[in-house]
Protein backbone atom coordinates (compact mmCIF):
# COMPACT_ATOMS: atom_id res chain seq x y z
CA UNK A 1 0.00 0.00 0.00
CA UNK A 2 1.23 3.55 -1.02
CA UNK A 3 -0.17 6.40 0.96
CA UNK A 4 0.42 9.76 -0.55
CA UNK A 5 0.28 13.12 1.52
CA UNK A 6 1.62 17.13 1.54
CA UNK A 7 -0.50 18.07 -1.27
CA UNK A 8 -1.72 22.15 -1.15
CA UNK A 9 -2.47 25.08 -2.91
CA UNK A 10 0.60 27.17 -2.70
CA UNK A 11 1.49 30.31 -4.60
CA UNK A 12 3.56 30.53 -7.29
CA UNK A 13 7.47 29.85 -6.42
CA UNK A 14 6.32 28.50 -2.50
CA UNK A 15 7.50 25.19 -1.98
CA UNK A 16 5.69 21.84 -1.05
CA UNK A 17 6.97 18.38 0.50
CA UNK A 18 5.26 15.19 -0.35
CA UNK A 19 5.23 12.28 1.19
CA UNK A 20 4.82 8.77 0.55
CA UNK A 21 4.09 6.52 2.53
CA UNK A 22 4.54 2.37 2.04
CA UNK A 23 3.83 -0.77 3.48
CA UNK A 24 3.12 -4.31 2.58
CA UNK A 25 5.90 -5.24 0.90
CA UNK A 26 9.65 -4.72 1.49
CA UNK A 27 10.97 -1.48 0.54
CA UNK A 28 14.63 -1.62 0.09
CA UNK A 29 13.80 -4.29 -2.71
CA UNK A 30 11.79 -1.48 -4.36
CA UNK A 31 12.12 1.60 -6.38
CA UNK A 32 9.57 4.42 -5.38
CA UNK A 33 8.80 6.93 -8.12
CA UNK A 34 6.71 9.96 -7.99
CA UNK A 35 4.36 10.79 -11.22
CA UNK A 36 1.86 13.16 -11.93
CA UNK A 37 -1.00 14.16 -14.47
CA UNK A 38 -2.41 17.53 -14.95
CA UNK A 39 -5.89 18.30 -16.04
CA UNK A 40 -6.67 17.03 -19.67
CA UNK A 41 -3.04 15.52 -19.85
CA UNK A 42 -1.75 12.30 -19.46
CA UNK A 43 0.35 11.09 -16.20
CA UNK A 44 4.10 11.62 -16.44
CA UNK A 45 7.13 10.64 -14.34
CA UNK A 46 8.50 13.32 -12.00
CA UNK A 47 11.33 11.97 -10.30
CA UNK A 48 12.12 7.80 -8.71
CA UNK A 49 14.86 6.49 -6.41
CA UNK A 50 16.15 3.52 -5.49
CA UNK A 51 15.33 2.51 -1.94
CA UNK A 52 18.62 -0.06 -2.11
CA UNK A 53 21.13 2.38 -3.09
CA UNK A 54 19.65 5.89 -2.87
CA UNK A 55 20.14 6.37 -7.00
CA UNK A 56 17.64 9.44 -8.34
CA UNK A 57 16.03 10.18 -11.35
CA UNK A 58 14.42 12.87 -12.56
CA UNK A 59 12.31 14.57 -15.31
CA UNK A 60 14.58 17.18 -17.14
CA UNK A 61 12.01 19.78 -16.29
CA UNK A 62 11.90 19.23 -12.71
CA UNK A 63 15.70 19.09 -12.32
CA UNK A 64 17.10 21.67 -10.19
CA UNK A 65 13.78 22.74 -8.62
CA UNK A 66 12.44 19.19 -6.90
CA UNK A 67 14.84 16.72 -5.11
CA UNK A 68 13.56 13.14 -4.14
CA UNK A 69 15.03 11.47 -1.19
CA UNK A 70 14.33 8.38 1.30
CA UNK A 71 13.93 7.50 4.98
CA UNK A 72 14.12 3.53 4.60
CA UNK A 73 13.37 3.46 8.31
CA UNK A 74 10.06 5.24 8.17
CA UNK A 75 9.37 3.34 4.96
CA UNK A 76 9.00 6.44 3.44
CA UNK A 77 9.70 8.83 0.36
CA UNK A 78 9.75 12.32 0.06
CA UNK A 79 9.40 14.96 -3.23
CA UNK A 80 10.53 18.30 -2.05
CA UNK A 81 9.15 20.48 -4.75
CA UNK A 82 10.50 24.23 -4.69
CA UNK A 83 9.89 27.41 -7.07
CA UNK A 84 6.42 25.99 -8.11
CA UNK A 85 4.80 27.14 -11.61
CA UNK A 86 1.26 27.01 -11.99
CA UNK A 87 2.22 24.37 -14.27
CA UNK A 88 2.95 21.79 -11.97
CA UNK A 89 -0.71 21.71 -11.01
CA UNK A 90 -1.54 18.39 -11.21
CA UNK A 91 -2.33 15.10 -8.79
CA UNK A 92 0.56 13.21 -7.89
CA UNK A 93 1.26 10.25 -7.38
CA UNK A 94 3.42 7.94 -5.89
CA UNK A 95 4.19 4.16 -7.30
CA UNK A 96 6.91 1.09 -6.64
CA UNK A 97 8.40 -0.94 -8.90
CA UNK A 98 10.69 -4.03 -8.42
CA UNK A 99 13.22 -5.21 -9.07
CA UNK A 100 15.23 -2.65 -9.60
CA UNK A 101 17.19 -1.27 -11.31
CA UNK A 102 15.26 -2.92 -14.82
CA UNK A 103 18.15 -2.81 -17.46
CA UNK A 104 16.87 -1.65 -20.71
CA UNK A 105 13.26 0.11 -19.16
CA UNK A 106 13.26 3.89 -18.37
CA UNK A 107 12.13 4.39 -14.65
CA UNK A 108 9.07 6.58 -16.22
CA UNK A 109 7.49 3.56 -17.56
CA UNK A 110 5.06 3.26 -15.62
CA UNK A 111 3.39 -0.10 -16.66
CA UNK A 112 6.51 -1.34 -15.06
CA UNK A 113 5.07 -0.23 -11.86
CA UNK A 114 3.20 -2.87 -9.33
CA UNK A 115 1.50 -0.55 -6.43
CA UNK A 116 -0.18 2.64 -6.97
CA UNK A 117 -1.11 5.02 -4.45
CA UNK A 118 -4.50 7.34 -4.83
CA UNK A 119 -2.84 10.84 -5.27
CA UNK A 120 -2.57 14.06 -3.60
CA UNK A 121 -3.40 17.20 -5.36
CA UNK A 122 -1.21 20.11 -6.01
CA UNK A 123 -2.33 23.23 -6.68
CA UNK A 124 -0.07 26.38 -7.41
CA UNK A 125 -1.42 29.73 -8.18
CA UNK A 126 -0.35 32.42 -10.38
Known amino acids: QLVESGGALVQSGGSLRLSCAAS????????IGWFRQAPGKEREGVSC????????YYANSMKGRFTISSDNAKNTVYLQMNSLKPEDTAVYYC?????????????????????WGQGTQVTVSS
Open 95 to 115: AATSPWPKYGRSWYAQEDYDY
Open 24 to 31: GFTFDDYA
Open 49 to 56: ISSSDGST
